[in-house]
Nanobody
Framework: QVQLQESGGGLAQAGDSLRLSCAASGRTFSSNAMAWFRQAPGKEREFVAG????????RYADSLKGRFTISRDNVKNTVYLQMNNLKSEDTAVYYC?????????????????WGKGTQVTVSS
């Protein structure tokens, strides 16, 4: 079983940057595709970014391209989300998720394990 622990969330002002981290336990991390999702109050959980098992392929929500960057370190069993030029609409709980297969999917039901989330609040 894989456990995920997110960190790095908090309060930011519009235009700031934050980097989220997701530390994974378990021996399968280097073969798992990983992703970040987010859920704003009253809204459905939505895909933010995904990365394949090796880090050679990434995908982003169209609205976030150019501001957010996903990366991973398979030695540290950690996936990151660098968020730049934050906007108030980025306010949400951000979840790290993974799947047993190493290829990226963008749907919540395609993920096999989840972290508990970290709150990001952006004030304008």
């Amino acid at each position: 079983q894989v456990q995920l622990q997110e960190s790095g969330g908090g309060l930011a002002q519009a235009g700031d940057s934050l980097r989220l981290s997701c530390a994974a336990s378990g021996r399968t991390f280097s073969s798992n595709a990983m992703a970040w999702f987010r859920q704003a109050p009253g809204k459905e959980r939505e895909f933010v970014a995904g990365i394949n098992w090796s880090g050679s392929n990434t995908r982003y929500a169209d609205s976030l391209k150019g501001r957010f960057t996903i990366s991973r370190d398979n030695v540290k069993n950690t996936v990151y989300l660098q968020m730049n030029n934050l906007k108030s609409e980025d306010t949400a709980v951000y979840y790290c998720a993974g799947r047993w297969i190493g290829t990226i999917v963008t749907t919540t039901d395609g993920m096999n394990f989840w972290g508990k989330g970290t709150q990001v609040t952006v004030s304008s």
